[in-house]
């Protein structure tokens, strides 16, 4: 009796001494996570409720002025549509052409990790670096896709649409660029979860005598719908608080037009040099930061519970 | 209604051929123009009636030899590169420990502190980049390449923590048990037994890392504004460009130096990286 309560004493002593251990060797990371993340990010949460600007550390209070103003800003009101509007077309572009694509993928052909490869390059390239080359690409002189299209007789010889100088052309620019750079990511994800979808089930449905479309739709996609919740997430977030695409292409013109909140953010508390406003604007991503911060905790919780 | 069914496997063939290579024309045009402008004479490059696809004039060096000697590009990928090493050396000196310590650390405890180091890495630096630049400032770091070794290892630490605690769960505890009966002490088992065994992982978390300090732009767009202490990706798009006089030339020269050796490193690591983030889905 008392050598196992000796014992069951000397247990748990290790065990705590186990988790000191454990703890000393997270502190470090925790700590730096902390001060570069955490506390920056209540920082900008207190920037928008101050009056704080780039050599006036005025850290005074200043209720919802910044939101106020902001509400009058149409170049703001135009930057958060735009943002929402960016993200949901990308987002629903994505998902069809990634499911076209990983379905194509699925199927097992000669040369396929070579073509797969390929396929992913868009997505493993730097950001900035293949934006500057489509910033050439839609050049408002020597556009290649004007080239084309006046050869196809589809615009007239003298003809010169300009992709980045016209409001609407410069947003569909954007989307182009933003789907041609995610869609390798969530073709991938799609892939690994047809791969992972059991043969015996797509058997199954084809003695039953579904065709191609019944097995897309009523048997893979199903099946997979959690891990498309994954590639829906990333999507969004890789979308909606990107700014080297748009910074890139047009810096938010014509006349301010293309912005999206981080380049808003960027011009205004950067550039302008109101942190206090900048920060204002940047803290409308958050909300959506929120939801998808959920989601992640609702996708985990289900792994541990499973 | 038997010739439509001989027909059919050729039909998918030819669909799936079809559809791959729209896809693979996409996907790999924006590099091939790189390519073509980069090595194309000026004169060829802006003669509006020229074919644009082809080589009208023989092609030239000229752009690369601008890029290397009359540009600061060289002093850019030599930035890039010191960043780049410093914030892979400061994310080991931080994940791999608490990496280790996240996959040792079972129940709710060890749960709970992955789930919020992992949700760390969500947070976008372009909800952070203002108040930061008031913190870089207020060190003295403001024009300095300190300011991007101290900031970058924030956006790898969380995701390369979590990439990395996922891959020591998966080494066989028993090995470090037996150096610890052995009469090793637990830093001595983790550093001879279970690091070794990481090397494969780390090696990931090198690549990871190493790319995201070449690819990222915000940051070194705010903090550093002199144009001898750039990266390439906020030298390129800024300093490359100036005024109504752009380089297109040498631009998609750097670009196409940039993005290749990068991609093509990246792109062997993809799968493994995609596996992170999916980790709770899949199962």
New interface residues.
């Given amino acids: 009796m008392v050598s196992t309560a000796l014992q069951r004493e000397a247990a748990a002593r290790r065990s705590r001494r ?2 000191t ?3 000393s ?2 502190l ?3 700590t ?2 902390f001060l ?6 209540l ?2 949460i207190y ?1 928008s409720f101050s009056h ?1 600007s780039v050599g006036r550390r005025d850290f005074s209070f200043a209720g919802l002025a910044n939101f106020r103003a902001l509400f009058s800003d149409q170049v703001f009101l135009q930057a958060l549509r735009n943002t929402i509007l960016i993200t949901v077309v990308v987002l629903v572009v994505v998902l069809v ?1 990634a499911t ?2 990983a379905t ?1 993928l699925a ?1 097992r ?1 000669r040369g396929r990790a070579v ?1 797969r ?18 910033k ?2 839609f ?1 408002s ?2 556009s ?1 896709v004007n ?1 084309v299209l006046r050869r196809l007789h589809i615009i007239g010889p003298f003809e010169f649409p300009q992709w980045l100088g016209v409001p609407s052309l410069a947003i569909i620019s954007i989307i182009v660029v933003q789907v ?1 750079r995610i ?3 969530a073709t ?2 799609t892939l ?2 047809m791969t ?1 979808v059991p043969r015996e089930l797509i058997e199954a449905a084809l003695v039953d005598g579904a065709g191609f479309f019944t097995r897309l739709f009523r048997v893979t996609l199903p099946m997979i719908r ?2 498309i ?2 590639a829906v997430l ?1 999507t969004a ?1 890789f979308t909606f ?4 695409v748009v ?2 292409l047009t810096r938010g013109g014509p006349y301010n037009t293309s912005h999206v ?2 380049s808003w ?2 011009q205004v ?2 550039l302008a040099g109101d ?1 206090a406003r ?2 204002a604007i ?2 409308f ?2 909300p959506a ?1 929120a939801v ?2 959920v989601w ?2 609702h ?2 919780s ?3 519970t ?1 | 209604m038997s010739a439509s069914s001989h027909l059919r496997p050729y039909l998918i063939k030819l669909v799936l051929v079809a559809v791959l290579a729209i896809f693979l024309a996409q996907a790999l045009f924006p590099f091939a123009w790189m390519a073509i402008t980069a090595f194309k004479r000026d004169s060829d490059l802006y003669n509006p009636t020229n074919n644009p696809f082809l080589f009208n004039e023989p092609p030239t060096l000229a752009h690369f030899r601008l890029l290397f000697e009359e540009t600061k590009f060289p002093r850019w990928v030599v930035n890039t590169a010191g960043v780049g090493l410093s914030t892979v050396l400061i994310t080991l000196v931080l994940a791999v420990p608490a990496a280790y310590a996240l996959s040792r650390l079972r129940g709710r405890l060890g749960q709970q502190l992955a789930v919020a180091i992992f949700l760390t890495y969500l947070v976008p630096p372009t909800l952070l980049f203002l108040p930061l630049s008031q913190i870089v400032s207020t060190l003295g770091f403001q024009d300095k390449l300190w300011a991007l070794v101290i900031t970058y290892p924030s956006l790898s630490t969380p995701f390369v923590a979590w990439l990395l605690m996922g891959f020591f769960r998966s080494l066989p505890q028993e090995l470090e048990e037996a150096a610890l009966v052995d009469g090793a002490d637990r830093f001595t088992a983790f550093r001879r037994i279970m690091l070794p065994l990481a090397v494969p992982g780390i090696l990931t978390a090198v690549i990871f890392t190493f790319t995201l300090a070449v690819n990222e732009f915000i940051y070194a767009l705010t903090f550093v504004s002199i144009s001898d202490l750039k990266t390439v990706s906020a030298g390129v798009p800024t300093d490359l460009i100036r005024g109504d006089v752009f380089f297109w030339g040498a631009i998609m020269g750097s670009a196409l130096v940039v993005s290749l050796p990068v991609a093509l490193l990246y792109n062997a690591f993809l799968d493994r990286f995609v596996e992170g983030l999916t980790a709770g889905a899949l199962r």
């Fill in positions: 186990l988790i251990w454990e703890l060797l997270l470090p990371a925790v730096y996570i570069l993340i955490g506390f920056p990010l920082l900008s920037y704080i052409l076209i694509l194509a199927e052909f073509i490869y390929l396929l992913l390059l868009p997505w493993a390239a730097p950001v900035v670096m293949s934006t500057i080359a489509w050439w690409v050049d002189q020597y290649v080239w041609w869609l390798p990511f991938v994800i690994a979860g992972a959690p891990i919740g994954v990333f977030l608080t990107d700014m080297a910074w890139i909140l981080a953010a960027f508390g950067i942190l900048g920060a940047a803290l991503m958050l930061l998808i911060a992640v905790l996708l985990v289900r792994e541990t499973q």
